[in-house]
Protein backbone atom coordinates (compact mmCIF):
# COMPACT_ATOMS: atom_id res chain seq x y z
CA UNK A 1 0.00 0.00 0.00
CA UNK A 2 1.52 3.34 -1.04
CA UNK A 3 1.00 6.23 1.82
CA UNK A 4 -0.23 9.62 0.37
CA UNK A 5 0.85 11.40 3.85
CA UNK A 6 -0.74 13.60 6.01
CA UNK A 7 -1.51 17.27 6.03
CA UNK A 8 -1.20 19.27 8.89
CA UNK A 9 -2.61 22.60 9.89
CA UNK A 10 -1.35 24.80 12.86
CA UNK A 11 0.32 27.93 11.36
CA UNK A 12 -1.86 30.37 9.83
CA UNK A 13 -0.06 29.59 6.65
CA UNK A 14 -1.38 26.31 6.71
CA UNK A 15 -4.83 27.56 6.02
CA UNK A 16 -4.29 28.36 2.62
CA UNK A 17 -2.05 25.54 2.06
CA UNK A 18 -1.56 22.59 4.60
CA UNK A 19 2.12 21.33 5.45
CA UNK A 20 2.59 17.83 4.12
CA UNK A 21 3.95 15.44 6.00
CA UNK A 22 5.30 12.29 4.06
CA UNK A 23 7.46 10.36 6.21
CA UNK A 24 8.59 9.93 10.47
CA UNK A 25 11.18 12.47 9.59
CA UNK A 26 8.61 14.84 8.68
CA UNK A 27 6.23 13.94 11.87
CA UNK A 28 9.47 14.55 14.53
CA UNK A 29 9.95 17.74 12.40
CA UNK A 30 6.01 18.78 12.87
CA UNK A 31 6.45 17.86 16.61
CA UNK A 32 9.50 19.89 17.22
CA UNK A 33 7.67 22.82 15.37
CA UNK A 34 4.90 22.49 17.48
CA UNK A 35 7.13 22.12 20.82
CA UNK A 36 9.39 25.58 20.37
CA UNK A 37 6.63 27.14 18.71
CA UNK A 38 4.65 30.14 19.54
CA UNK A 39 2.47 29.72 22.84
CA UNK A 40 -0.64 29.98 20.93
CA UNK A 41 0.32 27.44 18.43
CA UNK A 42 0.65 24.09 20.45
CA UNK A 43 -2.01 22.51 18.76
CA UNK A 44 -2.45 20.84 15.18
CA UNK A 45 -5.24 19.45 13.15
CA UNK A 46 -4.06 16.66 11.05
CA UNK A 47 -5.63 14.48 8.07
CA UNK A 48 -5.02 11.90 6.38
CA UNK A 49 -4.88 11.92 2.71
CA UNK A 50 -5.13 8.02 2.29
CA UNK A 51 -8.88 8.34 3.79
CA UNK A 52 -11.94 9.31 2.34
CA UNK A 53 -13.46 12.93 1.39
CA UNK A 54 -17.23 13.31 2.17
CA UNK A 55 -19.71 14.29 -0.49
CA UNK A 56 -19.14 17.61 0.87
CA UNK A 57 -15.55 17.73 0.19
CA UNK A 58 -14.43 17.62 3.83
CA UNK A 59 -12.19 14.76 4.91
CA UNK A 60 -14.35 11.93 7.06
CA UNK A 61 -11.98 12.69 10.05
CA UNK A 62 -9.91 14.95 12.06
CA UNK A 63 -6.76 14.06 14.90
CA UNK A 64 -5.93 16.94 17.05
CA UNK A 65 -2.43 16.63 18.27
CA UNK A 66 -1.31 19.28 21.55
CA UNK A 67 1.81 19.32 23.34
CA UNK A 68 3.15 21.22 26.41
CA UNK A 69 6.77 22.12 25.80
CA UNK A 70 7.22 22.37 29.93
CA UNK A 71 5.10 19.44 31.60
CA UNK A 72 6.49 17.20 28.43
CA UNK A 73 3.06 15.81 27.46
CA UNK A 74 0.93 15.98 25.04
CA UNK A 75 -2.83 15.42 24.25
CA UNK A 76 -4.86 13.75 21.01
CA UNK A 77 -8.26 13.38 19.91
CA UNK A 78 -9.81 11.50 17.08
CA UNK A 79 -12.85 12.45 15.63
CA UNK A 80 -13.66 9.57 12.59
CA UNK A 81 -16.43 7.40 13.14
CA UNK A 82 -16.82 8.38 17.17
CA UNK A 83 -14.80 10.50 18.98
CA UNK A 84 -11.60 9.36 20.57
CA UNK A 85 -9.64 11.21 22.91
CA UNK A 86 -5.59 9.91 24.30
CA UNK A 87 -6.63 8.24 27.85
CA UNK A 88 -3.09 9.42 30.03
CA UNK A 89 -2.09 8.09 33.55
CA UNK A 90 -2.42 11.06 35.22
CA UNK A 91 -4.83 14.17 35.07
CA UNK A 92 -3.95 17.08 35.28
CA UNK A 93 -7.20 18.70 34.25
CA UNK A 94 -8.99 20.27 31.55
CA UNK A 95 -6.15 20.50 28.70
CA UNK A 96 -5.84 23.68 27.04
CA UNK A 97 -3.63 24.27 24.17
CA UNK A 98 -4.04 26.60 21.16
CA UNK A 99 -4.70 26.49 17.79
CA UNK A 100 -4.55 29.00 15.25
CA UNK A 101 -4.62 31.48 18.70
CA UNK A 102 -7.68 29.75 19.92
CA UNK A 103 -8.05 27.50 22.83
CA UNK A 104 -8.42 23.89 22.11
CA UNK A 105 -9.49 21.56 24.88
CA UNK A 106 -8.77 18.22 25.71
CA UNK A 107 -11.02 16.22 28.62
CA UNK A 108 -9.53 15.81 31.92
CA UNK A 109 -7.04 12.43 31.70
CA UNK A 110 -6.08 12.79 27.98
CA UNK A 111 -2.71 13.69 28.19
CA UNK A 112 0.43 11.36 27.43
CA UNK A 113 3.96 11.28 27.27
CA UNK A 114 5.29 13.72 24.25
CA UNK A 115 7.01 10.30 22.93
CA UNK A 116 3.54 8.33 22.99
CA UNK A 117 2.57 11.84 21.02
CA UNK A 118 4.84 10.85 18.62
CA UNK A 119 4.26 7.44 17.99
CA UNK A 120 0.92 7.73 17.64
CA UNK A 121 1.09 10.37 14.44
CA UNK A 122 4.14 8.47 12.88
CA UNK A 123 1.06 5.30 13.10
CA UNK A 124 -1.74 7.38 11.70
CA UNK A 125 1.06 8.37 9.20
CA UNK A 126 2.04 4.75 7.99
CA UNK A 127 -1.22 3.32 8.82
CA UNK A 128 -3.41 4.97 6.44
CA UNK A 129 -5.34 7.12 8.95
CA UNK A 130 -6.85 4.30 10.96
CA UNK A 131 -6.53 4.91 14.66
CA UNK A 132 -3.50 4.29 16.04
CA UNK A 133 -3.25 1.40 18.65
CA UNK A 134 0.13 2.62 20.16
CA UNK A 135 -2.59 4.73 22.46
CA UNK A 136 -5.00 3.46 24.69
CA UNK A 137 -8.54 5.08 24.07
CA UNK A 138 -11.36 6.89 25.85
CA UNK A 139 -14.63 8.20 24.53
CA UNK A 140 -14.44 11.69 23.93
CA UNK A 141 -17.01 13.33 26.18
CA UNK A 142 -18.85 16.35 24.79
Known amino acids: MTIKGLEAQFQAEDTRTRALLGSADDVDSF ?19 DRPTLPSG ?8 GVDRVA ?3 ALTLAADDG ?9 GIGEYMLLGHVREFMP ?8 VRRAVKEFLSSGGRVPA ?9
Open 31 to 49: IDALLNGRHERNCAVVYSL
Open 58 to 65: YRDHELAV
Open 72 to 74: QVG
Open 84 to 92: YVSKGSTDR
Open 109 to 116: GSEIPLEL
Open 134 to 142: CVEWQAEEF
